[in-house]
């Protein structure tokens, strides 16, 4: 069995959005397979392609709108053809504000419009993930990685 590779690339300010990116890796290793972890602005888009699948993270800031350290991967995506690579969005937000976690939302509609398959419902999360939070970010994570990832 060839075990899966799978990217999961955040955008992170206070580390709500970073501790969340590093359960659901736990999750996947759990599950088998390999997990890299870039923040955003480390890395670009295109890295994507070179995954069987990958996790998108990002917090939401203001109402509902993208952090900017997220924007240029966000902009890089509009190149890619992401048909046939599997996919999941995560996040941290507010619940103080009227759109919760928009900008999970925003992510999970671009990878949509450029092929890539959502297999699961993003996560949302307030702040950062709280004790029994934990585990279901770990799960998240293992239930990603056990669709059929780079399964041959």
């Known amino acids: 069995m060839n075990l899966g590779k799978i990217m999961i690339a ?3 300010m206070t580390g709500n959005t970073e501790e969340i990116a590093e359960l659901i890796a736990e999750g996947v290793r759990q599950a088998g397979h390999e997990a890299e972890l870039k923040a955003s602005y480390d890395c670009s888009a295109q890295e994507l392609l070179a995954y069987d699948g990958f996790l998108l993270g990002v917090y ?3 109402d509902g709108e993208l952090p900017d350290e997220f924007l240029d991967f966000y902009e890089e995506l509009d190149e890619l053809d992401l048909s046939g690579k599997k996919t999941a969005v995560f996040g941290s937000g507010d619940t103080s504000y009227i759109q919760f976690c928009g900008a999970v939302d925003l992510v999970e509609e671009k990878v ?7 297999i699961q419902e993003s996560l949302k999360i307030e702040f950062n993930p709280l004790d029994d939070e934990k585990e279901n970010c770990r799960a998240y994570g293992r239930q990603f990685a056990q669709a059929g990832i780079g399964v041959s």
């Open 10 to 12: 955040y955008a992170s």
């Open 112 to 118: 949509k419009e450029r092929g890539a398959s959502v």
């Open 60 to 62: 939401t800031w203001g």
